[in-house]
């Protein structure tokens, strides 16, 4: 499972193999530089000072110059070269994950709230961004700086390299120790934001508000966000901390590297020689090694904490969509007219639904002639947006098949269905836009011309007119500055633009008023004569013209006709023509 996430974190370096090669050889090439620098203060030491040569002197010191020019040019390229990989990997990890949300099915946004998908494509990539960015390239900083300076130090006298090197199980076991807490803590951590913003975006969008205001829930709403928060903090807080106190233990046991050295080379080496140069070139470099050493061990720390974002984003990758695209689509022939719309003996369950009474449909055979009118009513949760929803493949039936045009929609690519099958629910998604710009959403070459022409058939132009902005009026977070009336004909306006052959009006009708709505559909059948038309309604007047009207009871179709035979005879449709004459 690590084995197959560090594969996975590898392949996705891969493409910039050649910045990473670049990266390599600079901070190589800074390292051996830097290096040098002990050696020279050793000569300066050793040699030039006693033997008292100041031509010696300053071309060592201008070697000191030349060395600290250099590793400064070599680190601007390597921190260039590692932002351009940074940024580049973090772009591409965003666009895919976004572009895998998109291509999954509605379920996992009925099951998913809309805050926790947020904080996977901005938090927990952003998240990535340091160790994307910083964290590779100053871990080979670091780890070719440790490793040219044991090369130095060895060179110089390595009985002493010896001694240094009891810090190394030290230095171990602490990153072990700190790394396990701080990866968990990162888990913890990025669940408590997404919970956070989960919260934030349902309890502050407008329906919340209306919700917490219209039950007085405002403060218990306050008071859940300050627990949130709370949680928060505490794990921040835990955060911080596991950092803390591994580089405080780490300093104290480096600090008194150096005085290991000079007892060392007192009471043990004196015998052999060791110089003075020697001694303070080799604490130098020990002071050169400790310095990437402790940041070898936090950058340890943060790879580490990193690998529980990377299980989050790599979670979001793997999802699966459950309507999947066809590998290779068909074709339906390009058509204004009407299209068939067959169901053919198809059933479905939501998996959500693990009821007794099993929401969904079962076993609805219904053939929709093209071009024809055709009504759905029945009681409340009976299977009508069900069908709806098939016809337009957000779910796929789990026996059975829906054809369009004898073809299995699941052999359609999503554009192609698009472009035939539209659908207006009753609560209908609008943009925080103007008019215009929603409705050339269906069709964004659409001109002024064809707006209107929409606008008129869904009897919402001369409203827009009206406005002090027209069709450059901005409609609100989700169309609220709107009624729902004006939101349900917009969305049938930038329906009529994409003008597809199969119109389904899923309640798509239901906020407006009867003689507005009986305008509305009369322009429809007029102004887009030859469509399918699928009218979903729990009010009877907008279906009651239809060529054929199913009732649905309980996930099946049990009754179909026209009006005047469904009336006529004793049944559920009866049943609900006689309910709705004795409402006012
Ligand atoms: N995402 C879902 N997960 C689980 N069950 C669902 C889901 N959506 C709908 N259902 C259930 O499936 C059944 C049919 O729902 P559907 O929306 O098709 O009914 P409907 O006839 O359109 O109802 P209404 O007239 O109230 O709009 C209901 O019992 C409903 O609770």
């Not at 008023?513 to 007029?526: C, G, I, Y």
């Amino acid at each position: 499972m690590a084995n197959l996430r560090s594969k996975r974190i590898a392949g996705l370096f891969r493409p910039h193999w050649k910045r990473l090669v670049l990266i390599g050889a600079t901070v190589a090439g800074a390292s051996a530089v830097t290096i040098t620098n002990p050696f020279l203060l050793r000569e300066i030491l050793d040699t030039a000072i006693p033997g008292q040569r100041p031509g010696l002197i300053s071309l060592l010191a201008l070697g000191m110059i030349a060395v600290a020019v250099a590793s400064a040019l070599l680190a601007v390229v390597q921190a260039t070269a590692s932002a351009v990989v940074g940024q580049r990997l973090m772009h591409s990890l965003r666009v895919a994950v976004y572009a895998n949300m998109q291509r999954l099915s509605l379920d996992f946004y009925t099951r998913t709230k809309a805050g926790e998908i947020q904080t996977r494509i901005a938090g927990d990539i952003t998240g990535l961004q340091s160790v994307l960015t910083t964290t590779a390239g100053q871990l080979i900083t670091a780890i070719s700086s440790i490793v040219a300076s044991l090369v130095a130090m060895v060179v110089l006298d390595w009985r002493l390299t010896l001694v240094s090197l009891v810090i190394v199980p030290v230095f171990v076991w602490i990153g072990r120790r700190v790394g396990r807490v701080r990866q968990n803590l990162a888990g913890v951590k990025q669940q408590r934001v997404s919970a956070m913003s989960s919260f934030v975006g349902e309890s502050l969008s407008i329906s919340g508000i209306i919700l917490g205001k219209s039950f007085g829930r405002t403060q218990d709403m306050t008071k859940q966000f300050t627990e949130l928060s709370d949680d928060l903090a505490q794990t921040e807080f835990k955060a911080a901390l596991a950092g803390r106190w591994h580089s405080a233990s780490f300093q104290m046991v480096t600090a008194s590297l150096p005085i290991l050295i000079y007892w060392s080379a007192i009471f043990t080496f004196t015998g052999d020689g060791v110089s003075v140069g020697t001694i303070v070139a080799f604490t130098a470099l020990q002071t050169q090694l400790v310095w990437p050493a402790n940041s070898l061990l936090r950058l340890i720390l943060e790879a580490r904490s990193s690998l529980a974002l990377f299980d989050r984003v790599f979670d979001y990758l793997d999802l699966v969509p459950s309507v999947a695209e066809p590998r290779s689509p068909r074709d339906l022939p390009r058509s204004r007219a009407g299209r068939r719309i067959e169901f053919r003996d198809v059933s479905f369950t939501y998996s959500s639904a693990e009821r007794t009474s099993g929401g969904g449909v079962h076993r609805v055979s219904v053939d929709i002639v093209p071009g024809s009118k055709v009504g759905f009513v029945g009681e409340t949760g009976s299977g009508k947006s069900t069908l709806a929803m098939l016809m337009t493949r957000l779910y796929d039936p789990s026996e059975g098949q829906v054809l369009l045009d004898g073809v299995d929609v699941r052999e359609l690519s999503r554009e192609t269905l698009a472009d035939a099958v539209g659908i207006v629910t009753q609560d209908p998604y609008l943009l925080h836009a103007s008019i215009a710009e929603n409705l050339r959403f269906a069709r964004p070459d659409a001109t002024q011309e064809q707006l209107e022409w929409a606008c008129q058939m869904a009897q919402i132009h001369e409203f827009i007119t009206e406005l002090p902005d027209g069709y450059d009026s901005v409609v609100g977070e989700r169309g609220y500055q709107l009624s729902g009336g004006e939101r349900q004909r917009l969305s049938i306006a930038r329906l009529l633009l994409k003008d597809p052959s199969v119109i389904i009006f899923d309640e798509a009708t239901s906020a407006l008023d009867t003689l507005t709505e009986t305008r509305l559909l009369a322009a429809l059948e007029a102004g887009l004569p030859g469509r399918t038309m699928v009218i979903i309604a729990h009010r009877l007047a907008a279906i009651r013209r239809a060529d054929v009207i199913h009732v649905m009871s309980q996930g099946q179709v049990v009754e179909s006709g026209d009006h005047g035979q469904l009336a006529g005879q004793v049944g559920e449709y009866a049943g609900l023509l006689a309910a709705s004459a004795i409402r006012p």
